[in-house]
């Protein structure tokens, strides 16, 4: 009834933010905001207005953190990860006079508390769930948006930004030049981990904790550290993509059942086999392997960091003659191989042939784009 009263309260369609962006339609809700639709009135083209709840700004320390998430968007430019256009906050009393009431009402709100905001893209798209639930995806297709994923997720990882809540809704999947192309959405929960950006009391990078001592993130996605509210690090995110990856495959997450049957699932049980779970879909035993490594109990057995993943999944795909029913065999996002290229360059710049031939092979091997090094 809590949440009910403030989705109820925050229908803002009609309003202009700012004096710049008119809210013509809801597009999406979760439980911290909802997405509207809107009209940049400056500018004068679409986009996407994700309004928090006002229970989720009300105090300084929330709206410090909703700052910081703008600024993570502002400072991250990558062709997986949706950017951030503008950021604001809006008067309360701006707000419907019965709005204002019922929120008040609720609990939700009180007087001063303003509305925050991030601007984006407008991406009218499905999300992975959309396509788990349309039907059966190919192997190959669910593999190369995985690949996709994960450089998002390295990108991540390299600011020292540990997502923390990757699940099949957080990714919209788009199509750009004849292909499919995915977009991580919503850094909401994620937790920076790179000293410039923020320390603990000692100077350090703080691990990642929820900050009320429970548990972080959507249930069906956590890593078994994090189900048991532990410190985490990068290879909690990778989980969570492995999981992913399974649903993909076998149209379902690898523990269901009520909220202690599946954490219960993540600390204890091993997860099912993909190929045995979806026995029709045709998944080969390599990337069963890949799949169970991801899903590892013991993140020391896990792949070392999304780059690792990524350049797994792509070799697997350039091994088949039918990588993906979505385009010609073995396309492969650019960054995939990358860092072994980039090693072959310097490499030869200092004269040293076998080491530069050694780079280039294994560049090549992940994506045949670097083969001409």
């Known amino acids: ?11 803002l369609r009609g309003r202009v933010l700012v004096g710049r962006y008119r ?11 909802i997405v509207y639709a809107a009209r940049d009135l400056l500018l004068r083209r679409r986009v996407a207005v994700k309004v928090f709840h006002p229970e989720h700004a009300r105090s300084e320390t929330q709206r410090r953190q909703l700052r910081r998430e703008a600024r993570l968007l502002a400072h ?16 309360q ?10 929120l008040g009402e609720a609990g939700l709100v009180s007087a001063g508390d303003p509305l925050v905001f991030l ?21 190959p297709r669910a593999a190369l948006l995985v690949v996709q994923l994960l450089g998002a997720v ?60 429970g548990i972080v993130g959507t249930l069906a996605y956590l890593a078994p550290e994090q189900a048991r509210g532990g410190p985490i690090d990068e290879r909690a995110d990778l989980y969570a993509v492995g999981v992913i990856l399974f649903e993909l495959l076998t ?54 960091s999304a780059d690792t993943f990524a350049g797994a999944l792509a070799a697997l795909l350039c091994g088949t003659s039918t990588a993906s029913t979505e385009g010609p065999a073995c396309v492969v996002p650019e960054h995939v191989g990358c860092e072994d290229a980039q090693a072959a360059l310097a490499a030869w710049t ?17 994506a045949r784009a670097w083969s001409p090094l």
């Open 1 to 11: 009834a809590r949440r009910s009263a403030g989705l109820l309260g925050l229908d």
């Open 23 to 33: 809210l013509d339609a809801v597009v999406g809700c979760g439980g911290t905001a």
């Open 154 to 213: 390295a990108a991540l990882h390299r600011r020292g930004v540990l997502h923390r809540d990757l699940k099949s809704q957080n990714c919209l999947v788009t199509r750009r030049d004849g292909r499919e192309h995915l977009y991580l959405l919503d850094l909401g929960l994620a937790r920076v981990q790179a000293p410039e950006l923020v320390s603990s009391g000692s100077g350090r990078p703080s691990l990642s904790r929820s900050t009320s001592g």
């Open 93 to 102: 009393t701006l707000l419907a006079a019965g709005a204002s009431r019922q």
């Open 251 to 304: 149209r379902r997450v690898p523990f269901t059942g009520n909220d202690y049957a599946v954490l219960k699932g993540h600390v204890e049980v091993e997860p099912p086999t993909p190929s045995v779970v979806a026995s029709t879909v045709g998944i080969p035993a390599e990337l069963d392997t890949l799949v169970l490594r991801a899903l590892a109990k013991d993140p020391a057995q896990r792949f070392a």
């Open 119 to 139: 601007v984006m893209p407008l991406l009218r798209a499905p999300t992975l769930r959309d396509l788990v639930l349309a039907g059966s995806l190919a192997w």
């Open 76 to 91: 991250l430019e990558h062709p997986h990860i949706v950017s951030l256009l503008d950021f604001g906050e809006e008067p």
């Open 350 to 366: 200092r004269f040293e042939n076998t080491a530069a031939r050694r780079a280039a092979d294994a560049a090549a091997r992940i």
